[in-house]
């Protein structure tokens, strides 16, 4: 207590002094006791005052104690309540400073955690509101707003489900970015075998996307991935579009060459495009191979084969006319070669008709004429197998007429072989006529049109031969009847009257008749097949049967072919 007090002895000890220093002046003033009085009043009064003063600054700070006291374990509690902390804290019984002391440390280490904590938070959630940015497409500062932290609750609860929720933009980011980093390696893809800019066409979707130093800064959002399947779509719709094109050139240009026999050496500066004509186009990717350039040179190529075309149209356009009138020629079928050629002239020069329609159309023709000749195989087999035969048959009537026929000479073994097969082929002349006029009539009755043969309908020239041959066959009767009633009239005279000797024939003429046998050449025997003049008539219409170069001496074997 005398420690605490000292100060004050000390102080009155010294107020004493002063006090008796003050009577000493008031003696020597010659002050009256008044006014000593009143003047040491004021004193005490101004001595209270200041005591007073004090008193309630001490009790002001002692409540201020109290209070910084009480907030620091409001703060604390509520520190621990956002942070999710498991602190316990007590000021105890002491004094108040003591008590502050007790708390405060707690406090402070509860504030660092609480600004490390901000900051996690703030990190976070600054990281989480750029992904979000990046995704939605606002990339300007003026639009993104600073993130706001909740102080209320900082627990590592909610940083951890900040955190998770970050993980997920950030997985959710790095697909985009893989996503965005695919399409943009489609698009140069696309670019590439186009020969199109593809720096260009990237920084037309966004210009980030063509910086390819940071990947980080490439824009994710849904409007660039939009912007670039758009892109990607209409790259391969051109792309589609290029092929088809290429395609269809290539098909031509094949064509062209096939038409108009091009070298192999100039068909293969070609062959990337002919390449093509079986490609799928995902199967396409050779840099450039569909480049605007290769287009237009191609359609150069095309064009200049294109005017060569014309010429060689025409050349193969009357090259097939002459194919068909072969086929007719071939199969005795009529054709007026001229009349033809002047209607395909008048149709070339006109220029109102397509000269590869024109040359399809000739194609379609000889397709239809071989198949023509095709059907008349069998009965033109059958008609030449019948002209054998009738001529034979004509060749051994005027070997029957000879009558030196059986002389020792020069061929005659051979004629006589050739008249032993020309009677066994003359035999089937009925059966091969009946045989060809069922296969004519067969064939004019599936087709309803007549069977021609030289311009004249093939049943009818049949009909006048079967007549022809009856008639001359009642011929050949009549003539053997008259042959042996005369040998038998000459035998009755030569009985009544005795013989009479036959004039000898120069030695010469022997050889000549041999010679002139028709083993040699056509004999025309006068008044052979003698008829009335309708028979002629109808003979004049079978000329055609026997050709004019026929050589009699090449139907030695005509019994072999199995007529």
């Avoid at 108040?96 to 959630?125: C, G, N, W, Y």
């Avoid at 950030?170 to 399409?183: C, H, I, T």
């Avoid at 009946?434 to 309803?448: D, F, H, I």
Wanted: aromatic residues 4%.
């Amino acid at each position: 207590m005398a420690d605490i007090f000292s100060p004050v002895s000390s102080s009155r000890t010294t107020c004493g002094s002063l006090l008796r220093d003050l009577q000493k002046i008031w003696d020597e003033i010659g002050e009256g006791d008044s006014e000593r009085d009143k003047m040491l009043l004021q004193l005490e009064q101004e001595c209270l005052d200041i005591y007073r003063r004090k008193v309630e600054l001490t009790r002001k700070y002692k409540a201020d104690l109290l209070q910084s006291v009480s907030d620091a374990e409001s703060e604390i509690t509520n520190l621990v309540s956002a942070l999710g902390e498991n602190v316990s804290c007590s000021r105890g019984n002491g004094t108040l400073k003591k008590q502050i002391s007790a708390v405060k440390p707690v406090l402070e280490d509860l504030r660092l955690k609480k600004q490390e904590r901000m900051k996690d938070f703030h990190e976070t959630q600054m990281q989480i509101a750029r992904i979000r940015a990046e995704i939605a497409g606002i990339c300007s500062s003026d639009k993104f707003t600073d993130p706001q932290v909740n102080e209320n609750d900082l627990t590592m609860k909610r940083l951890g489900e900040l955190k998770s929720h970050l993980k997920e933009l950030q997985s959710e980011k790095s697909l985009r970015l893989q996503k965005v980093n695919s399409n943009i390696a489609m698009i140069h893809d696309l670019s590439v075998v186009m020969a199109m800019d593809f720096f260009e066409i990237i920084n037309d979707v966004h210009p980030s996307l063509s910086a390819s130093t940071n990947a980080q800064s490439k824009s994710i959002s849904n409007d660039t991935f939009a912007r670039l399947a758009g892109v990607i779509n209409s790259l391969k719709q051109e792309k589609h579009q290029r092929l088809q094109k290429l395609q269809g050139l290539g098909r031509t240009l094949s064509d062209l060459w096939e038409l108009m026999d091009i070298d192999p050496e100039e068909r293969r500066r070609w062959d990337h495009i002919t390449s093509l004509s079986s490609s799928r186009v995902d199967d396409v990717s050779k840099q450039g191979c569909l480049a605007l350039e290769v287009i237009e040179q191609t359609e150069l190529e095309v064009e200049r084969l294109s005017v060569l075309k014309i010429s060689k149209l025409k050349e193969l356009i009357f090259k097939r006319q002459n194919e068909l009138e072969e086929i007719y020629r071939g199969v005795h079928m009529d054709v007026d070669s001229e009349a033809a050629r002047q209607i395909l002239a008048g149709l070339i020069e006109s220029g109102n008709v397509d000269l590869s329609d024109l040359l399809s159309s000739m194609d379609d023709q000889i397709n239809k004429a071989k198949e023509e000749a095709l059907s008349r195989k069998d009965i033109l087999e059958k008609v030449e197998r019948w002209k054998c035969a009738s001529e034979e048959e004509k060749w051994l009537d005027e070997y029957e007429k000879d009558e030196n026929r059986y002389n020792a000479g020069r061929g005659a073994h051979k004629n006589l072989k050739r008249a032993e097969k020309a009677r066994v082929l003359v035999s089937k002349i009925s059966s091969i006529v009946e045989n060809l006029t069922v296969k004519v009539k067969a064939w004019e009755s599936e087709r309803g049109v007549p069977f021609l043969y030289e311009k004249e309908p093939l049943l009818e020239t049949l009909d006048e031969y079967t007549l022809l041959r009856q008639e001359r066959e009642e011929d050949k009767r009549r003539s053997r009847e008259q042959k042996r009633l005369h040998e038998q009239y000459a035998a009755e005279q030569e009985a009544i009257y005795g013989s009479k000797p036959s004039a000898k024939k120069p030695l010469g003429q022997i050889g000549n008749t041999l010679a002139g046998t028709p083993a040699g050449r056509r004999v025309n025997t006068p008044g052979h097949h003698a008829v009335s003049g309708g028979k002629e008539r109808r003979e004049s219409r079978l000329h055609y049967v026997t050709p004019i170069n026929y050589v009699a001496l090449a139907k030695d074997d005509s019994a072999s072919r199995g007529y």
